[in-house]
């Protein structure tokens, strides 16, 4: 799926990178633990997290993730997302929570890394 | 042995929330800028991310020294700080000491040192209680394809 597609699905708000849109996403990682995405991701996934702080972006950048997208309505601020934006990461946010989002996205044929 | 191309030492300042992992990111980009191959220099920054991450939340302050050599990237991190009393439990996945601030911050899940470990090829860890601990990791250059 692109990110564009997931933005429809689950109803998000880009909040960083409207031009990165096309990327392809065929992994996901998801979690509110920062050691548990740099555990598991290989690199080149969605990361869905809960946690809006500076670290949720530097993780993304040190795993070395596509995108980030923020679950259960959290919206981080302006210098989370300007640091999003220096690391070249786009940014999505939606209300669904992270059960919802990775079932809608499993139906869809991503998958989870581990 | 093999020669030392560059050693960079940066300092740790504990409780530091609002700076905490910027050491890394500056050690990415050191990493980054030199050409060397991708995995290693994520396994290098995994390491350092999650050893900032442990100073910052655990000890008073510490150093991290980052070496190269046309083999290895070694990490040494030493801190000043409560020292860690059982160190097998400590690094058994999942098991954690952190308080709810570090939660807060998405650490303290009981991965942070196995996850080091995990990405070192040599991981070494010392520790005295009451005095600090030390971490030795080496990352091999190109080992993992």
């Known amino acids: 799926m692109t990110l564009d597609e997931i933005r429809e699905l689950l109803r998000c708000q880009v909040l960083v990178g409207h031009d990165r849109l096309g990327v392809e996403v065929t992994e996901v990682v998801a979690s509110d633990g920062m050691s548990e995405i740099l555990a598991f991701a290989r690199s080149k996934e969605l990361m869905i997290t809960g946690l809006t702080n500076i670290q949720s972006i530097r993780t993304a950048d040190i ?5 980030v997208l923020y679950c259960r309505g959290k919206v981080p601020d302006k210098r989370v997302l300007d640091f999003a934006r220096e690391k070249g990461i786009p940014v999505l946010a939606t209300a669904m929570g992270m059960f919802e989002i990775c079932g809608l996205l499993y139906a869809k044929g991503l998958h989870g890394v581990s | 042995m093999a020669a030392e191309l560059l050693r960079e030492s940066y300092d740790i300042q504990g409780r530091n929330f609002d700076k905490a992992g910027e050491i890394s990111s500056e050690i990415k980009a050191l990493l980054s800028g030199l050409g060397l191959d991708a995995a290693s220099i994520r396994r290098s920054v995994i390491v350092a991310f999650e050893a900032e991450m442990n100073v910052v939340m655990y000890a008073q302050r510490g150093t991290l020294t980052v070496i190269l050599s046309d083999e290895a990237i070694d990490l040494e991190i030493r ?45 070494r860890i010392e520790t005295e209680v009451g005095r600090g601990t030390s971490v030795l990791a080496t990352i091999r250059l190109n080992a993992h394809g």
């Open chain 1, 63 to 67: 795993a070395g993730v596509l995108a």
């Open chain 2, 79 to 123: 801190d000043v700080g409560p020292g860690i009393p059982d160190i097998e439990l400590a690094m058994q996945a999942g098991y954690s000491t952190a308080s709810d601030e570090m939660r807060e911050m998405g650490f303290g899940f009981g991965m942070g040192l196995p996850n080091m470990k995990k990405n070192s090829d040599v991981f």
